[in-house]
C-alpha cells in the first residue's frame, strides 16, 4: 500500500524558514498532483499548495502565497515545500498527498489510503 512520508519539520521563531519534504513509497511522483495540506489543532485538514503533474504549475493558498514555495526534484523522487517568513499561525501538522482539483488549493482533493503521518511545524516566541 502506497504511504506519503513527510521530514523537515521543527520548532522556529516567528520569520524564520523551514523546508519540507515528501516523499512515497510505490508511488513516482511526477505521475501525481502533489499537494500540501496542513491540520492545526482543533481546525480541518487545509490545502496549501499544490504541483501539477505534467507542467508543475504551481497553486498556493491566499494565507501562505509569496511566502512558501513547493517544488519537485523528479530523480530524487521528492516533492518540497520551502516555507519562509512563518508566521504563528503556520503552526499545524504538515502533510503532502496525491491531489486533484488543485485550482482552488485550500479544499483541493486528496487520496484518502496515502496519508502519512505528517511532520509537525510549531512556529513559536
Known amino acids: 500500500q502506497p504511504r506519503f512520508v513527510e521530514s523537515g519539520g521543527g520548532l522556529v521563531q516567528p520569520g524564520e524558514s523551514l523546508r519540507l519534504s515528501c516523499q512515497a513509497s510505490e508511488l513516482t511522483l511526477n505521475y501525481y498532483d502533489i499537494g500540501w495540506y496542513r491540520q492545526a489543532p482543533g481546525k480541518d485538514r487545509e490545502g496549501v499548495s499544490s504541483?501539477?503533474?505534467?507542467?508543475?504549475?504551481?497553486y498556493y493558498a491566499d494565507s501562505v502565497r509569496g511566502r512558501f514555495t513547493i517544488s519537485r526534484d523528479n530523480a530524487k523522487n521528492t516533492v518540497y515545500l520551502q516555507m519562509n517568513s512563518l508566521k504563528l499561525e503556520d503552526t499545524a501538522v504538515y502533510y503532502c498527498?496525491?491531489?486533484?482539483?488543485?485550482?482552488?488549493?485550500?479544499?483541493?482533493?486528496?487520496?484518502?489510503?496515502?496519508w502519512g503521518q505528517g511532520t509537525q511545524v510549531t512556529v513559536s516566541s
Open positions: 498527498n496525491a491531489a486533484y482539483d488543485t485550482e482552488v488549493v485550500e479544499t483541493m482533493g486528496s487520496t484518502p489510503d496515502y
Open positions: 504541483i501539477s503533474e505534467s507542467d508543475d504549475i504551481t
